[in-house]
């Protein structure tokens, strides 16, 4: 079986993410009316939307089922397991929306480290 990386699968789980987002999206539901749906917390939707949250299988089952689709529409194709995720300035501005200025400065100072040859790296 080929070796998957912990970036691999992060960007899986991205994927998945973003899934659900526009699924949710489509039906027109905030994050608290799918949580509520499923009996979840707000804040476990926004972090299964941005791939930080991992979730069992039948919760997964349950997530489909209150957004209307099938389990299986909500999976990325396999390829994403070979493409690296970037994050858009637009995703960091829309994530720090209402977050102390010392939190952007952290943000803005750790991008500013990141070279292109140190994401080739990790991919």
Excluded: C
Aim: net charge negative; hydrophobic share 45%.
């Amino acid at each position: 079986m080929p070796e998957i990386g912990d970036n691999k699968i992060d960007n899986f789980y991205v994927a998945v993410g973003e899934k659900v987002r526009t699924a949710r999206g489509e039906l027109g539901l905030s994050q608290t009316a799918l949580a509520d749906r499923i009996g979840f917390k707000r804040a476990s939707i926004a972090n299964l939307e941005a791939g930080r949250q991992r979730i069992a299988l039948h919760l997964f089952v349950l997530i489909a089922q209150a957004l209307g689709v099938e389990p299986g529409s909500l999976l990325p194709d396999i390829s994403v397991l070979d493409h690296a995720t970037f994050v858009t300035a637009e995703d960091l501005n829309e994530q720090l929306i209402g977050a102390p200025e010392s939190t952007h400065e952290f943000v803005r100072g750790a991008v500013a480290q990141v070279s292109p040859e140190s994401i080739r790296e990790r991919s």
